[in-house]
């Protein structure tokens, strides 16, 4: 078979001109810078397969000016040198004939050249393609370096509970989407972990596909942050969060806050609720388990038990709601004010308040979802 590839270039500045060009039979490519600042760029790819149904695929290009892809979405991409592979993730391996898929990237470069890689192979097919002109790179740094387009957007595959109007999907250990002011994180940082799929409608309704052995010990945290707060608590006027979640019957894990004071060596934890083999860390223990420093503590608009301990790293407070729920609302500056008034901390400075889903294991494929959140402070 005989196919054509056209292969385009876009900057902020627009779409500049491209010459379509005749390529081997498997494959069409288009590649577009979305966006360019001093020292990065964004760029979208998308591949049309021409041959035969593929079960996954593999694109491979060679940049030519030492630009260096360092973060990508819906797909795998890794570079060496200069040659630069991306591999499908697993909600978008399968590609019928005429069927395409497209991933994005962050990278940076010279400042002075960004061209489009003049040739790819798909499955070892080659697709060649010419582009016409220059890239002129405009000189507003975008709001975030590392926010994925709102484009992008993942194939429905009515298997992996995956939203079809997601529009950030990702399954890397480290993955994070930024957007709004806020960031999500996949997050998967325990020991024995196992496969966890992250994704994102916006940075407030976003959720995870969970799949991780019931042993002990936390294997993840996916969570959204609106940024670090910045304030030292005496002039925090209002710091409140509602919430919203979906979490699935059986399983080890907690909807939690997770605040952070005087540059992480305070952690505050918020159990929302919990489930299974999971419980804070306290000062002491008995057979039932942590101890409570206090019992039945109404604050902030919930009753919390709660525990005082430490990691080793960093001083832990932990508020277990006496009660689950998957909705309200939390005064945070109350609660925070509490430890300020018992001597187990100063006018520290606010950090991160972070707020996800502390997973330790599932029983198979589970679902965990923040319907909504907010966060407001003044």
Known sequence: MAGAAALTLATGAGVLAALPASAAAGCRVSYAVASQWPGGFGANVSITNLGDPLSSWTLVWSYSSGQTVTQAWNATVTQNGAQVTARNVDYNGSLATNASASFGFNGSWNNSANPAPTSFTLNGTACTGG??????????????????????????????????????????????????????????????????????????????????????????????????????????????????????GSGNYATTYDIWANNWAYEVMLWMNYNGAVGPIAESYDANGAVPAFRNLSLGGHTWNVYRGSNGANAVFSFLRTSNTNSGTVDVRAILNWLRTQGWWGDVNVGEVQFGFEISGTNGSAAFTDNSYTQTIN
Request: net charge positive; proline share 9%.
């Open 131 to 248: 582009v016409s002109g220059s890239s002129a790179a405009p000189t507003t740094r975008p709001a975030t370096t590392t926010r994925p387009p709102a484009t992008t957007r993942p194939p429905t595959t009515g298997t992996t509970g995956v939203p079809s109007d997601a529009v950030w999907v990702a399954s890397g250990q480290w993955d994070n989407w930024q957007s709004d002011g806020y960031t999500v994180y996949n997050n998967i940082w325990g020991s024995g972990a196992g496969s966890q799929t992250i994704w994102a409608r916006t940075p407030t309704n976003w959720g995870v596909i969970a799949n991780h052995p019931m042993t002990s010990g936390v294997k993840s945290y996916p969570h959204t942050v609106r940024g670090s707060v910045n304030k030292t608590l005496s002039s925090i006027n209002t710091l409140t969060s509602s919430f919203n979640v979906s979490v699935p």
